[in-house]
């Protein structure tokens, strides 16, 4: 009988233990081992993570492509949609880390703390020079940008701290922790009515530049923009150019356009600018999450059923 | 008829005017008025801040004094709690800015903030040496200790984070956000429980060193102390005891025993310590905020009736 060819990215031999655990069917294939016989590229029917999208043509009898992370814009090549392949991932796992991720960021800033990090150096105490210009999130109009798992906690959260949540949302469905949820048509509505946006947007055809110059012409002065989707859902130049003429209060960015962004880079050192260099979603027992989707998705793809976390290659998440 | 001498110690016409306005009874008598003619101080009836400690003593028609701020130890003298006059502070409008200034430095802990704005100044993009050792407040317990407005306030935030809220409160009584409440007959347990502990007691007899060695002692090595409250309520050489040993995570303070931390002190530059010169209470609208107390409780003392926002002189807040 030919063996199921499973390739584990990650070098981690309790996980390849419980892999091939699953059943005597598989046959598990490490990095290491792709690397010295390239030849196995062909022979992989899983992946689970350690393939670059260079890789795929050569992966033949690919047949379920598992990711650790949630974005798969960088992956997702015209091959790889047109074919049979199954792309899963591991979104949902991310949203505690992420929501936690841009509040810390946005508390940082309404809260002047980094002014207080950078005070600190100097031991001196200066208390009165801090009281002024620090904002409150309680009674602010929280923006949530994509209201999927990550935005839906960012909207509880929100709500919790006494902000008004907004949502934006292709299809306009409520959402629970949404006061008022905007489609796609009343967008500029959204963007207008928002102290802080939250974008957690993937990358896709739809939501290339989602925040541009028309976005970012009708939003309020002081607003604040989180984000931590991909880059290139916020149009850069749009972006600085708001920062440098005043018309927008800060950017608070996990990611960015380019990525890494060049160490010339105007965002680097702009005021109102603080950059995290895309780790939002790491979280303590990230692989443990990760590792039991993909073992449940084993599980069923052994016995045949359908998988869960199925990306729709043609929405792109 | 004698005209009721009232001071305004902070210098707004605005308030002024409104003060006055309210009854042609009233003389106001600003800090200015006090400073060169330091003999209205005996004829002062009310007094809305500006006054020190020192000079309560030949104040001697003072009836009723009321604070901008909430915590009172620092007026409490003993002849001030033998008198009859009225105490009333603007307890309550602090919940929501220190229970974000809370959260804030929580997550910059948790989420290496501090540290990737410490890199941002390099211009380096180092995404993966920060995704180890970030820390996630879903499924953490968070130990309120004192749940009034500011503690109530940070158990909903908590709550919201899918963290496990528990609290310690002198009665014992019951708070909807709160999941278990210990008594002070408990509080090792709560102490051995708790994540996180979000100190914003007031200094109190009963409260001074609610946090000492016995407390330290039982927490967890991983654990994170935040105070908002005032730094009495912490034994700070147990708390420098603890963080020097390993035995603690990490000190997040706002207030500090001594206050202002002199430039030699420990805490300045231990590695787990994050220090805020005293400003979580400030928020933007603060005075409109603490003025509508006041100016509601001038209402009444004309009108005869009781105030709001008493203080219990012998509890001490």
Redo the contacts between chains.
């Keep these: 009988m030919t063996k199921i060819k499973l390739l584990i990215g990650r070098d981690d031999p309790g996980l390849r233990e419980r892999v091939q655990a699953a059943s005597d069917r598989i046959e598990v294939v490490t990095a290491e081992q792709l690397k010295e016989q390239p030849g196995l590229l062909g022979e992989l029917e899983i992946v689970y993570g350690g393939l670059g999208r260079e890789q795929l043509p050569r992966a033949g009898k690919l047949r379920w492509l598992q990711t650790g992370g949630a974005g798969v814009n960088g992956l997702l090549t015209p091959e790889l949609r047109a074919s049979e392949v199954v792309l899963t991932n591991a979104s949902g796992i991310h949203a505690?880390?992420i929501?936690?991720?841009m509040?810390?960021?946005l508390?940082?800033r309404?809260?002047r703390?980094?002014e207080?990090?950078d005070?600190?150096k100097t031991?001196?105490?200066?208390?009165?020079?801090?009281?002024?210009n620090?904002?409150?999130?309680?009674g602010m109009t929280l923006g949530v940008l994509g209201v999927g798992a990550i935005g839906g906690?960012s909207a509880?959260?929100g709500?919790?701290?006494?902000m008004r949540v907004i949502g934006l949302r292709r299809t306009g469905a409520p959402h629970p922790d949404v006061e008022r949820m905007y489609s796609q048509d009343e967008r500029l509505e959204f963007f207008r009515e928002s102290d802080v946006v939250m974008n957690s947007l993937p990358l896709t055809e739809g939501t290339r530049h989602a925040m541009g110059w028309d976005e970012f012409a009708v939003m309020k002065p002081a607003a604040i923009v989180i984000n931590t989707g991909r880059g290139g859902t916020i149009h850069t130049d749009a972006l600085v150019a708001a920062l440098r003429e005043g018309r927008l209060g800060a950017a608070l960015l996990d990611v960015t356009d380019p990525?890494?962004?060049p160490?010339?880079?105007p965002l680097?050192?702009m005021e109102n600018v603080?950059?995290?260099?895309?780790?939002?979603g790491?979280?303590?027992?990230?692989w443990e999450r990760a590792d039991r989707i993909f073992l449940e998705n084993l599980r069923r793809y052994l016995a045949g059923e359908e998988l869960v976390n199925v990306v729709d290659k043609r929405e792109g998440y």
């Design positions: 505690e880390p929501a936690e991720h509040f810390g960021m508390l940082m309404t809260r703390l980094a207080a990090w005070q600190q031991r001196e105490w200066r208390g009165y020079a801090f009281g002024e620090v904002g409150m999130l309680a906690h509880r959260v709500k919790g701290f006494g990525e890494p962004l160490e010339d880079h680097w050192t603080f950059i995290t260099p895309h780790y939002s790491a979280h303590p027992g990230y």
